[in-house]
């Protein structure tokens, strides 16, 4: 009887681990994109306008079509962007879930690119009308994440 306890605790043990699945966060889907930055915003001429403030890249999910992009503008606007590349992401007519500037409609992004330790990307704040309601650059370099020596 003693065997028979002993032979199912083992079973059981081995059992539970056989089932856990460990995930490496460095090795999830979009990881070359997911980052913590330290940004400033710039003009459409690159003149340098507010910063700097800290932006922070990382996957919706483990799937590998998006990406959240979280305190755009330095005012906790958050959104989604579509996977480009492992090195770009875009959206058109993307929503801030927090709704942080009422209003501000849709936001665009474009001409996102993450080149070793350093992200550049354009936003358009679009109003209900249509009417820009600011357009700006937000470039700067990696703090924590993928490519970063600092984590």
Do not use: Q
């Not at 059992?15 to 913590?36: M, Q, T, Y």
């Not at 492992?86 to 690119?113: W, Y």
């Amino acid at each position: 009887m003693k065997k028979t306890i002993y032979f199912l605790g083992i079973l059981i043990v081995f059992g539970l681990f056989a089932c856990e699945k460990e995930i490496d966060p460095g090795l999830a889907p979009n990881s070359s994109l997911a980052g913590h930055w330290t940004v400033k915003e710039y003009d459409l001429e690159m003149n340098e306008l507010y910063g700097p403030s800290h932006l922070y890249t990382y996957n919706t999910s483990f799937g590998t079509d998006s990406i959240w992009i979280d305190n755009i503008y330095d005012a906790g606007i958050k959104m989604k962007a579509n996977v480009v590349s492992a090195t770009s992401f875009s959206r058109t007519g993307g929503r801030d879930i927090n709704n942080v500037i009422g209003d501000v409609a849709t936001i665009n992004i474009s001409e996102a690119s993450i080149a070793g330790d350093s992200i550049i990307f354009r936003v358009t704040m679009l109003m209900a009308d249509g009417s820009i309601y600011d357009e700006y650059y937000e470039a700067g370099h990696l703090t924590t994440g993928a490519g970063s020596d600092t984590h």
